[in-house]
């Protein structure tokens, strides 16, 4: 299997800061990376996909990046709405993992 | 619009078999590479993986579960469903049904979820 490792696990910030969530996979996986947001009692979101194309209706203060083994998420700009736990998640190989998320909480 | 929601019990006994049900719209599982799959989240935790089906009636499985795990497909119904079997407390957790992009393993659309607790 796949393993998905997150950093930091949990990450304090503030309305307008930049922060960057990173995420490391056991083997090369290409850019066969996605994440994910999930805020409580909601299910998960689908926000990237391929390491760095932003699903349909995300905002553009959400980016992507990495290749290989290493992967980032970074969010420009923090907004209100953007406080919840990301999930990256690897799709190129079954079984599918998960990371173990990383919860972005109000400083 | 593609909407997915779970459907079963809420409490099941240790030992006993769990039958989950998804019943989708806004797309169809017999259009090629369309796929549906279930995710479980125990609480606090990362989701876990566990089946998917793909329109073709191909099925995958968590190879850690799989010897519990049965999913089916319900075309006329537009229903997908997971049984798991000999359930066990640390079973316990929100079940959701999700569905798989046609190009990859991406779970662009998923259920609200269906918490299941297993307790005696």
């Known amino acids: 299997d796949i393993q998905m490792t997150q950093s930091p696990s949990s990450l304090p910030a503030s309305v307008g800061d930049r922060v960057t969530i990173t995420c490391r996979a056991s083997?090369?996986?290409?850019?066969?990376l996605n994440w994910y947001q999930q805020k409580p009692g909601e299910a998960p979101k689908f926000l990237i996909y391929?390491?760095?194309s932003l699903q349909r209706g995300v905002p553009s203060r959400f980016r992507g990046s990495g290749s290989g083994t290493d992967f980032t998420l970074t969010i420009t700009s923090l907004q209100p709405e953007d406080f919840a736990t990301y999930y990256c998640?690897?799709?190129?190989?079954?079984?599918?993992?998960f990371g173990q998320g990383t919860r972005l909480e109000i400083k | 619009q593609i909407t997915l929601k779970e459907s079963g019990p809420t409490l099941v006994k240790p030992t006993q078999t769990l039958t989950l049900t998804c019943t989708f719209s806004?797309?169809?599982?017999?259009?090629?590479?369309?796929?549906v799959a279930w995710i479980r989240q125990p609480p606090g935790k990362a989701p876990e993986w566990l089946a998917l089906?793909?329109?073709?009636?191909?099925?995958r499985y968590s190879p850690s579960l799989e010897s519990r795990l049965t999913i089916t497909k319900d075309t006329s119904k537009n229903q997908v469903v997971l049984e798991m079997a000999n359930m066990d407390p640390v079973d316990s957790g929100t079940y959701y049904c999700a569905h798989k992009h046609p190009a990859s393993w991406i779970f662009d659309y998923w259920g609200q979820g269906g918490l299941v607790t297993v307790s005696s």
């Open positions: 998640q690897q799709s190129h190989s079954t079984p599918i993992t």
């Open positions: 089906i793909y329109w073709d009636d191909d099925k």
């Open positions: 083997q090369n996986i290409i850019t066969y």
């Open positions: 391929a390491a760095s």
């Open positions: 806004g797309f169809s599982l017999t259009t090629s590479g369309v796929g």
